[in-house]
């Protein structure tokens, strides 16, 4: 359990608050059987693929699940945490959620002496965002804090927190005041953060990158079609994160990767990109993952390895891979400017 709660005060008489984080999820173990469990959840989400059900039940069941899980779970094995036994995400989710908790029982909210609970939860598979509810519900909160770990807002991501926020509740029969923190897309503190991120990455780098390329978790374009606001909120983080380190759209290229099916995806896509550059001459490219809060199969994976390899297949040299914020000085620096902004009036009303 990753708790803080100070001693108490006047807060605590108009009730405690729960901060829940969540993410997105990742398979339980590594195998068919996990993966599948998984995936099954995740892509059944009318969120995640809003194919009509009768039309998806047999395609999902009979032809991905017979299949994908194999496939994914030997690109899971390339990237597990073998020592806890557990996939990135989860790793670096709790240690947000514990830095997190540390953070504000340190004092980090000022001088406001709140008790405040921290949980952590993922949106597909373990903890589930009920669990964290229980949790919080046994400490004594009364006030909670979503926070959904999606700088960008999609109804893929973002939204499906919110619909599994009210069936949870809906479940426990409980509800107690709720918040749940906005998109950060353009918020400076974020914004910053990225743009610390490639400085301190390409000078880590023994090479000097001709390109940075931004790369953010694509959806199907029809979703951008029916009022989806996604794609004009990677645009705009893309914008605002150029603007700080002085690069053109040329220098930093914005795609989109990850898409599955045979819908169209945002454009440009990623692995097309990448191998396009590296037929045009590039040698050495640096790719940025803004739009995920911690590295996973989607950036180590895809990015790190395969696409590193279609980059050197044809032609490319280097591509180095700048690691998400995570659970870093600057990644934390985000998550708690998040919370404190987002507890305005929770806390004063208390403090
Ligand atoms: C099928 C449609 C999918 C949509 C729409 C989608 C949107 C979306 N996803 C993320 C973040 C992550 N996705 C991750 C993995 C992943 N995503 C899809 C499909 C869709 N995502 C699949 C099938 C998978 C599983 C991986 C595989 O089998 O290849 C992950 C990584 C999870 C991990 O365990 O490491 C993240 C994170 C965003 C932000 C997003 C929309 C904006
Ligand atoms: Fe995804
Ligand atoms: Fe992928």
Known sequence: ??????APDA????GKIGVLVVNLGTPDALGYWPVRRYL???????????????????????????????????????????ELNESPLKTVTRSQAEKLAAWIESGGLGARRASIAVEWAMRYGQPSIISGFHKLKEQGCERILVVPLYPQYAGATTESVADKVEQSLAKMRWRP?????????KDPVYIDALAT????????????????LVSFHGIPQSYVEAGDPYYDQCVETWRLLREQLDLTPERCPLTFQS?????????????????????????RI??????????CLETISEIGIENREF???NGGEELALIPCLNDSALGMRVIQSIVERELFGWIEAGA
């Open 197 to 212: 991120s490639v400085r301190e990455g390409v000078a880590r780098l023994d090479f000097t990158p001709e390109i940075i």
């Open 311 to 313: 980059f050197e297949e």
């Open 1 to 6: 359990m990753t708790k803080s709660a100070a």
């Open 40 to 82: 099954k959840e995740f892509l059944w989400d009318p969120r995640v693929v809003d194919t009509p059900r009768l039309i998806w039940w047999p395609i999902l069941n009979l032809i991905i699940l017979s299949r994908r899980p194999q496939r994914s779970s030997k690109n899971y094995e390339t990237i597990w945490n073998t």
């Open 286 to 295: 640096a790719v940025l993952t803004p739009g995920f809060s911690v590295d």
């Open 259 to 283: 898409r599955f099916g045979p819908k169209q995806w945002l454009q440009p896509y990623t692995d097309e990109t990448v191998k396009a550059l590296a037929r045009q001459g590039v040698k």
């Open 177 to 185: 005041e709720l918040r749940s923190a906005a998109p950060y897309y």
């Open 11 to 14: 807060l605590s008489q108009s």
